[in-house]
Structure formats: C-alpha cells, structure tokens
C-alpha cells in the first residue's frame, strides 16, 4: 500500500488522521469564556423577573378563576369576574382613573417637554439646572406626597397654594377635600414628582437634533413656535410617542397618590382608583380573588392598549 506525503511533512502509517474539529471547539469555548459575565447578569436579571413579575402574574390569574374560603380552593370559574363587575365602585373607579390619565397626558405629559425646550435653551448653569429639575425624583414619593398634603394643599389660607391664590386676589380652594379639585391636584403633585427623568430623556434627545436644522428655520423667519412644531417635534418624535405610552400605562396604575392625598377614596369618591379598588378587595374585604380578577382585568386592558399602540405607531413608521 503506497503512503503519499505532502513535501516537507511524515506521516506515520496506520494512524488516522483526527476529524479537524479544534479550531472550532477553541472559538466556541472562547465565546463562551467571552459572554460568561454577560450571561451571569442576563441569567440574574431573568430570575428576577421570573421570581417577582412572572410568576405572581401567573398565580394571579390562576387566583382568579378559584375562591378560597377556610382555607379550601376550589374552581369557580367566571364568577370572580363577574362579582367584580356587578361591584358599584368598579365602573367610577374606571372612569376616575381614566380621567386621571387624560389630566396626565394634558399637563404631565406636555410640561416635561416644554421644560426641556427650556434648559436646552440656556448657556450657562445647565447641570444646576438639571439637577434641581431632577432633584424630586430622588425624593420618596410617599414624602413627596405628604408635604403636598400637609404644606401645599392645606385647604386653609396658611397652604402654599391658597397662599399664592389669596396674593394673586384669587379665590382659594379646598383642595383635597373637593370633589372637583381632587384629581387635578393629585395630577399636579404626580407631575412634579415625576417630570424629572422625562426631562433629561427630552434633554438628551433634543441635543442630538442638528442645530442646521434650527439654522434654517431661522433664515425661513421661522418663530420660536413655528421652530418647535417643524423641527424640534418631528425630530423627537420617536421619543414622544415612546414615553406616551410609557406615561399612559404608569398612570392608569394610580395608586399611592389617592392612598396618601385623598385616604384612598376621596370626597364623593373622587379619587378611586381601579388599583386603589384591588387594594381595598386584597386588604380590607379579605377578597384575594376578587382583587386577582380586577388585576386580570387591569392587565388585559393595557396590555391591549400596548399591542394597539404599538402596531399603530410600526404602521405610521
């Protein structure tokens, strides 16, 4: 049997030649050794997830569909769901929190923008600035909230804004304890403890608008306003449309600002809320699966929402 040989190389008979297989093995075990810190942090943050939102979504809508009485559980199918419909607070509880969230998107939604117009406009003593806009943010909403309820919406002339309205020769509110007033205070305070993160997410989209673009409109004559609606809006739009959503379905969560404002109801109920109700249903009428199904409820309305947004903002794209 004849051997052949390649110049300058031997090769021993009867040994076969290994599969060329090392190469291969090498880079994929340095992709591993490479990705092994990100993995561990993907794997720690996915746990998280599983621990502390995945699974006590699934046992919630598990929950839901079962009644738990004496410790026994048994199914009960769709009766959850329609004991908590029938509930007198359900449908105002919907509309406040619905009316919650259209004041949201009217004066919390608009002001973080028109405030980032602002700063980005000045030349000097812009990280104070920043950093006195972001400056609630870092405060505990529950203390954040307690000072507007006991300093600024004090329904007496010594509050902050009845204060401000008798010096202005207007006349002063209650505040909290009216009907009428109660969402658009709890509207202000939540604005102000939350304006400040929008802020600079507005702030770092609005830099990286090219300043020809505001050059041009200016040698069109273009004012102040008519250089904010052709230029800086059609340039952050994306972001616009990303934190609307975002503002949308954190609002319709309204919950710690009826709790400490209003003592969760409010006057005439002007401040129940729908997560409010599932507190009330889970804390103090000991009715887990009532409160699980209005979660259910809460859930597959912003998550259809979600979905509908979201294919409506790809098909504008």
Known sequence: MAITTVPGTTRKPGRPTPPHTGPQRT??????RDNLTGHAFLIGAVLCFVV??????IRGIVMSFQRTRRGETTWVGWDNYSRIISDPSFWPAWQNTLYFTVLALVLG???PFFVAILLNEFRHAKGYLR???YLPVMLPPASALYLFKFYA????EAGLFNAILKALHLPTSQWMQSAEMTMPAMVIASTWMNMGGAVLIYLASLQNIPGELYEAAELDGAGIWKRIRHVTIP????ILALL???QIVATMQLFIEPLILANGAGAEDSATSVAYLIYQHGFFQNDLNGAAALGVIMLVVLAGFSAAYLRLSAKQD
Do not use: C, E, H, N
Not at 153 to 156: F, L, R
Not at 235 to 238: E, I, P, S, V, Y
């Open 131 to 133: 950093i006195l806009v």
């Open 235 to 238: 340039q952050t739009r994306l």
């Open 27 to 32: 880079s994929l075990g340095r992709k591993v």
């Open 109 to 111: 939604y608009a002001v």
């Open 244 to 246: 609307a959503m975002i």
């Open 153 to 156: 919406y004090d329904p007496s």
């Open 52 to 57: 502390f939102s995945w699974y006590p979504m």
